[in-house]
């Protein structure tokens, strides 16, 4: 589906940690996949702020994105009313593939569960087997829905044992850049398919400034591609992660 620009309505703000904000927005936005994000238009600010799509309720045309308290853009956001208009453009970027008879583990640290919520929502829709894991630093930063939570340690301390008692064929994931590095090591390792959903500063967000460029080894050789256009999602062994 083409990006557009959309007004939309917020019909719901919470706040739902202590320093994380759920927003339901209602517009004339029909589709969108899991993987994929908004741009949303802060006031006073020429660059768009970029948010993980969380969830999509089809029947009332209703997107859900999670902000995180970063600075004044997302403070911002936190501050809107049910009511208020909010100015993005969505859906962006590409998204998650599925695979009907294969195991899935996903893995979602900090923030980086948001689009984890909304793959795991589409695969039980699919029937497809899935087992969400999430990790936080501490407890006023949890975030609900995953079938395991850590809060404190990391979440790969147990993740090859869970991989080997769940029999997973393929991981997917988001959060920091440290983790997804890890966690594509440790699938490379047990020759396992890993999806990253990465994150870049970005200006543009639709493919045009080349400002959120990362290196891929891909037909054996490396090149350039847009964490906003090519991306957010990569498979983790294509990715140079240094
Ligand atoms: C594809 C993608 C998906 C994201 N999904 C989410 C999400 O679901 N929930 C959430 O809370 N945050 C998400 N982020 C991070 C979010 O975009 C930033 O936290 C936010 O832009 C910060 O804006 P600010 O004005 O509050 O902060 P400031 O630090 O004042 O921002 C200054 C500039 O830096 C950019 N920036 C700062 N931090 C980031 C960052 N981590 N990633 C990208 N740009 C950044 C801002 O867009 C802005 O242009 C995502 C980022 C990307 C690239
Ligand atoms: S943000 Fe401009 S090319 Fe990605």
Redesign the pocket.
Known sequence: MKSKNYIGKIKLIEKINHD?YKLDIQSSLNDCKSGQ?VSVL?PN?T?R????I?DFDKENKILT???????????YLSSLKEGDEINFIAPL?NCFEFFKDKNALLVGAG?GI??MLFLKKEMNERNINNYLISGFKADEEVIEGSDETIVGGSVLDNIEKIIKEKNIDVIYSCGPIIVLKMLSQIAKKLNIPCYV???????CSIGVCRG?IIKLVRDNKIDNFS??KDG?VFKGEEVLWD
Do not use: D, H, N, Q
């Not at 994105?65 to 403070?75: A, C, N, P, S, W």
């Open positions: 994380v994000f802060c600010k660059l702020r970029p948010f993980s969380c994105i999670l902000i995180k308290l970063k600075g004044e853009g997302t403070k970027g923030i948001a689009p959903a990465m994150e870049r500063v970005m200006a959120c964490v906003c957010p």
